[in-house]
């Protein structure tokens, strides 16, 4: 959950480059919980917004410990409740800690599925809804993983690897690079 809210408009390598150290350092919601915030900015600095995302994460994580011992609660409504935490986060938690089908619609998920016609919509929380209703239940979470390795390395966002595509014949965009 840290190393999400660290990737909010950041870079992944950079989030896993950060994440390397501050790993090591915090085992548990109650370390970042007692961790002084100027400390925190200190460790990400790196990162955009590197002050809200030290308050969010430490926020977060003294409301992990008080409300719910120290444990990620498994349930979207008391992970969106999170300083943080918004939907996207909560649905990528649910999915990949819990096991729950769900989307997370994060910046790759919204491009691909915008450029391969699965959604029109720009809102991620509608985005999700139209994903929902085409992908079935039991993929859902590796649908996202799909997505988000074919935008990392193919559909990348300014100069696609149309040619490469190996679902190119799928895209409405065949030609969009030469």
């Not at 896993?16 to 961790?35: P, Q």
């Not at 988000?148 to 390395?153: D, E």
């Amino acid at each position: 959950m840290i190393a999400l809210i660290l990737a909010a408009q950041a870079r992944d390598d950079l989030v896993n480059k950060i994440t390397v150290d501050l790993f090591k350092t915090y085992r548990s919601a109650a370390d970042y919980a007692n961790a002084p915030p100027a400390l925190l900015e200190k460790q990400i600095g790196k990162i955009n917004f590197y002050r809200n995302k030290a308050k969010s994460i430490h926020n977060c994580c003294k409301e992990l410990v008080e409300r719910f011992g120290g444990q990620v609660p498994d349930n979207l409504n008391d992970l969106v409740s999170l300083p943080g935490v918004g939907r996207k986060t909560a649905n990528i938690v649910l999915g990949n800690a819990f096991g729950q089908q769900t989307i997370g619609v994060d910046t790759h998920v919204m491009r691909l599925s915008q450029r391969l016609g699965f959604t029109k919509k720009t809102d991620p929380d509608k985005i999700e809804a139209d994903l929902t209703e085409i992908v079935p239940e039991k993929q859902r979470v590796r649908f996202c993983h799909l997505m988000q390795y074919h935008g990392r390395r193919v559909c990348v966002a300014k100069k696609p690897k149309c040619p490469q595509c190996t679902i190119n014949d799928l895209c409405p965009f065949p030609e969009k690079t030469k």
